[in-house]
């Protein structure tokens, strides 16, 4: 998607557990859902 | 081709306003995510950094990652928070634009804008803004920023083609977007995509 928006050198990050020990913990895992740090860049 | 999209956004709009307007006004409140100063430390930001904020600047954080944990923001530089709730991911990036910088918070809670906006005051920060706006009606000029940040907004946004589209208009050429959010690595049923309680709890 990002890509389609015309972006590039596009970089993802480490998971992160972002919901555990949380209240939504139990959703977050059934469907593996983590937090990650994204980079992308608008050509020059 | 117009995309369809999987809920009315208007109508998520309004129940991401009512989670949030909860989270400013009652941090403490028990929420399905974490939020505040624990949350900042479980994600990585810079321990010094917190520490020197003011309570009501990291109380309301409710992030799911560090926008800025692949690149460090550098000195004199542009940013738009898309999202920036009651300013923390702001406040972080004010400290690392430095006041030769300039950092534009853009957020539709009335209660978020409200905390950020004074917080920025009590700190003496006049390189920090905030605006109200939607993530896909940026009220910013095209080609402003060096440096788009969000954390935890674009996943609750029904057109997520359309932020990019905007986030892409407001970054310079060259310009980066850094942003935390959140990816499923189980594919989640169109019944609960359309099911839209489940976009915010």
Redesign the interface.
Request: glycine share 18%.
């Given at each position: 998607m990002l890509q389609d928006s015309g972006f590039t050198d596009v970089l993802i990050g480490e998971a992160v557990d972002t919901f555990g020990g949380a209240k939504g913990e139990n959703k977050a895992r059934a469907f593996e859902v983590y937090g990650y740090a994204f980079m992308a860049r608008r050509p020059a | 081709m117009a995309q369809k999209l999987p809920v009315d956004p208007d109508a998520l709009r309004e129940q991401v306003r009512g989670k949030y307007r909860e989270v400013a006004t009652d941090p403490g409140a028990?929420?399905?995510?974490?939020t505040g100063r624990g949350l900042a430390a479980?994600?990585?930001y810079e321990a010094a950094a917190v520490g020197a904020l003011p309570d009501r600047a990291v109380e309301s954080f409710a992030?799911?990652?560090?926008?800025?944990?692949?690149?460090r923001l550098e000195p004199g530089e542009k940013v738009v928070d898309v999202g920036s709730g009651a300013g923390f991911d702001s406040f972080i990036a004010a400290g690392q634009v430095g006041p030769g910088g300039q950092v534009l918070g853009v957020d539709m809670t009335a209660e978020m804008l409200a905390k950020s906006t004074q917080t920025a005051e009590r700190l003496g920060l006049g390189h920090v803004q905030f605006r109200e706006g939607l993530a896909e009606a940026l009220p910013v000029e095209d080609a402003w920023a060096d440096v788009v940040i969000s954390n935890?907004v674009i996943n609750l946004c029904a057109d997520?083609?359309a932020v990019?589209?905007e986030?892409?208009r407001v970054?310079?050429?060259?310009?980066?977007?850094?942003?935390?959010?959140?990816?499923?690595?189980?594919?989640?049923p169109a019944d609960a995509l359309r099911d839209i309680d489940l976009w915010t709890?």
């Open positions: - | 028990s929420f399905h995510f974490h479980r994600l990585g992030g799911v990652g560090n926008p800025l944990s692949l690149r935890g997520k083609q990019f589209a986030i892409f970054l310079r050429p060259g310009g980066r977007l850094q942003f935390a959010d959140i990816a499923n690595g189980r594919p989640v709890g």
